[in-house]
């Protein structure tokens, strides 16, 4: 299984919103509604943010939310802020009870 | 809540085995939930390695899947990985992390690197 393909950076100011896409095939992004989407800090464990493509995990904020079309899943950020200066990663189920992450991208705050 | 804390060997020699455990705190591992391994080599994007359920049935990325094992011990309350004939390339941090529901992995461990080398 390929890894999924992201962006390797992104960029955006404070208040602004950014889109990270995260594209698959139909065997994995496309095939199923098990895509997830994590932010990691430096040195540190990642964290979910989305699940089953569009849900939000209790406690994270509004401001991030899934979606999907076609073999293509997208990470919105609204709202901006220092704080999200971070990586985020994609993930998907791929069959056959195996699990496919995407290559990461660099979100800097401007 | 549940909690996820890896341990072992921080430095492995090219050809060996690398073997970690994850120990799991405020929960029981033999919930309905899958017990996940993932890895991240320095600079780098993060590997699912495999999963274990509590009955011992377990689920491997075809890429590693001749040289891991992944293993339980409901007596203990955790789960282990076996990775032989390592080389530089499975240099990484190692977590293991909780399959949340199906697919989504929620808590990770704080991770722990394992470097291969003589």
């Known amino acids: 299984q390929s ?6 950076s992104v960029s955006g100011s404070p208040g602004q919103s950014i889109t990270i896409s995260c594209t698959g095939t139909s065997s994995d992004v496309g095939g199923y509604t098990y895509v997830s989407w994590y932010q990691q800090y430096p040195g540190k464990a990642p964290k979910v943010l989305i699940y089953d493509v569009t849900k939000r995990p209790s406690g994270v904020s509004n401001r991030f939310s ?3 079309s076609g073999n293509t899943a997208s990470l919105t950020i609204s709202g901006l802020q220092a704080e999200d200066e971070a990586d985020y990663y994609c993930c998907s189920y791929a069959g056959s009870s195996i699990v496919v992450f995407g290559g990461g991208t660099k979100l800097t705050v401007l | 809540q549940v909690q996820l804390q ?4 921080g430095l492995v020699k090219p050809s060996g085995t690398l073997s970690l455990t994850c120990a799991v705190s405020g929960g029981s591992i033999s919930s309905s939930n899958w017990w996940n391994w993932v890895r991240q080599p320095p600079g780098k994007g993060l590997e699912w390695i495999g999963e274990i359920y509590h009955s011992g049935s377990t689920n491997y990325n075809p890429s590693l899947k001749s040289r891991v094992t992944i293993s339980i011990d409901k007596s203990k309350n955790q789960f282990s990985l076996k990775l032989n004939s390592v080389t530089a390339a499975d240099t990484a941090v190692y977590y293991c992390a909780r399959d ?4 989504w992995f929620d808590p990770w461990g704080q991770g722990t690197l394992v470097t291969v080398s003589s």
Do not use: C, F, H, I
């Open chain 1, 3 to 8: 890894a999924l393909t992201q962006p390797a």
């Open chain 2, 100 to 103: 949340a529901v199906r697919y």
């Open chain 2, 6 to 9: 890896e341990s072992g060997p």
């Open chain 1, 66 to 68: 899934g979606s999907k």
